[in-house]
């Protein structure tokens, strides 16, 4: 399967009643200041109402959000990353006011359900292969490793195990105690607190299970004293969705040990590689995916310059070392890059700023990459 088959059964699964389909995000948004798009709801929730909290409107929708982790390329950066990749949500993301509980599990059902249906009847990943973590329940203090120190029990995760319908196992349900299956916020503006399972599969061909989804159930409000958070109530609204990575989801359907394998990612390197005519592939991947970053954030932004500080501080280890590689692999990047930048907007067809003015995209980037030169020099060895 390519990759825009993939985001096409995607977009025409089933979606909760009264999901629209929405545009996309900016890659920078209001949803995480001081950096780039790192997750899916949050920007469009905070453009449409300015809060998370006391939305007077529910609100429904389906997008394909691009997402920029600069912390996965410094931390751990292997064959299984992207620096820019995919998120989508399969049944739509779920925000309703004035939910009463029976409707919650409803919906938190129906987010359960579509989440298996789309990857075990849709994808054809198998059962046995899934492994998924759960709250098992506990006191906030204990959960959240003494952030935050008040003693509000949370039961264990009530939502999840209707995936057993799908014939899903006891044993493959793994109990935690953490925030990564409570997901404990304290954003500003305030955002609800709940459950989150993290969804991995192992693969034959993967020495490690791979993350593939989350589903996220947010159903307590915060009560802040001082500037932190003291208490949780019952949150009057309700959120419910799930979260896959597109790139992660093409891995598992094409059998693929390798997320940059995906069809609208490989013909890039490969072509650098040819232009460069340097056999070390994995040189040309990493400058290839800095490459589609600063893509990304041009035909997003137009200029560099509008950015925050901290936002240009960020970039600035990636500015330096696409500098460098280029230089170890001997690329112009003022005569080649422009090429470059076309296929990559070719290939992904479904993002057309990448290519509505290619020129202007090119002269910026070169303008902004000529800046790090300096830098370049008198950098150590």
């Known amino acids: 399967?390519?990759?825009?088959?993939?985001?096409?059964?995607?977009?025409?699964?089933?979606?909760?009643?009264?999901?629209?389909?929405?545009?996309?995000?900016?890659?920078?948004?209001?949803?995480?200041?001081?950096?780039?798009?790192?997750?899916?709801?949050?920007?469009?929730?905070?453009?449409?109402?300015?809060?998370?909290?006391?939305?007077?409107?529910?609100?429904?929708?389906?997008?394909?959000?691009?997402?920029?982790?600069?912390?996965?390329?410094?931390?751990?950066?292997?064959?299984?990353?992207?620096?820019?990749?995919?998120?989508?949500?399969?049944?739509?993301?779920?925000?309703?006011?004035?939910?009463?509980?029976?409707?919650?599990?409803?919906?938190?059902?129906?987010?359960?359900?579509?989440?298996?249906?789309?990857?075990?009847?849709?994808?054809?990943?198998?059962?046995?292969?899934?492994?998924?973590?759960?709250?098992?329940?506990?006191?906030?203090?204990?959960?959240?490793?003494?952030?935050?120190?008040?003693?509000?029990?949370?039961?264990?995760?009530?939502?999840?195990?209707?995936?057993?319908?799908?014939?899903?196992?006891?044993?493959?349900?793994?109990?935690?105690?953490?925030?990564?299956?409570?997901?404990?916020?304290?954003?500003?503006?305030?955002?609800?607190?709940?459950?989150?399972?993290?969804?991995?599969?192992?693969?034959d061909n993967l020495s490690e299970p791979l993350d593939i989804a989350s589903i996220e159930n947010l159903l307590w409000r915060p009560i802040y004293k001082n500037g932190t958070v003291v208490d949780l109530v019952r949150w009057e609204n309700f959120w419910s969705f799930q979260v896959v990575g597109i790139e992660r989801l093409l891995m598992l359907i094409n059998n693929s040990d390798k997320a940059y394998e995906a069809d609208h990612i490989l013909p890039l390197i490969t072509k650098f590689s040819e232009k460069t005519g340097n056999s070390d592939f994995q040189l040309c991947r990493v400058t290839i995916e800095l490459l589609r970053v600063f893509h990304r954030i041009v035909a997003d932004m137009k200029s560099f310059n509008v950015m925050s500080s901290s936002r240009k501080e960020k970039l600035i280890p990636f500015r330096r070392k696409f500098l460098q590689n280029c230089e170890k692999l001997g690329f112009d990047y003022k005569n080649g890059l422009k090429e470059l930048l076309i296929l990559n907007g070719k290939l992904q067809p479904c993002y057309p700023e990448l290519l509505s003015d290619i020129e202007s995209q090119a002269d910026e980037m070169i303008k902004w990459l000529g800046r790090g030169k300096i830098q370049i020099k008198n950098s150590p060895k």
Do not use: C
């Not at 905070?46 to 939305?55: A, G, R, V």
């Not at 409803?106 to 249906?117: G, L, P, R, Y």
């Not at 998924?132 to 490793?145: F, M, N, R």
């Open 1 to 203: 399967m390519n990759y825009l088959e993939l985001r096409n059964k995607l977009e025409q699964f089933t979606k909760y009643s009264g999901v629209n389909k929405i545009p996309r995000t900016s890659i920078v948004n209001k949803g995480f200041p001081g950096n780039f798009n790192i997750s899916f709801g949050e920007g469009p929730f905070l453009e449409k109402f300015e809060n998370y909290l006391d939305n007077p409107e529910s609100y429904n929708f389906s997008v394909i959000q691009q997402v920029i982790r600069v912390n996965d390329f410094t931390s751990h950066f292997d064959d299984t990353h992207l620096l820019l990749f995919d998120m989508a949500d399969i049944s739509g993301f779920v925000g309703e006011i004035n939910v009463p509980d029976d409707k919650r599990n409803d919906i938190a059902s129906f987010t359960v359900k579509k989440t298996f249906e789309f990857l075990i009847n849709e994808l054809g990943l198998k059962p046995e292969k899934f492994i998924i973590s759960y709250l098992a329940g506990g006191k906030v203090e204990e959960l959240t490793g003494g952030k935050y120190k008040f003693n509000k029990y949370i039961e264990a995760d009530p939502f999840i195990k209707i995936a057993k319908e799908f014939g899903i196992s006891e044993s493959q349900f793994i109990p935690d105690k953490t925030r990564t299956t409570l997901l404990a916020l304290n954003f500003t503006p305030p955002v609800s607190w709940g459950y989150r399972n993290e969804i991995l599969y192992k693969a």
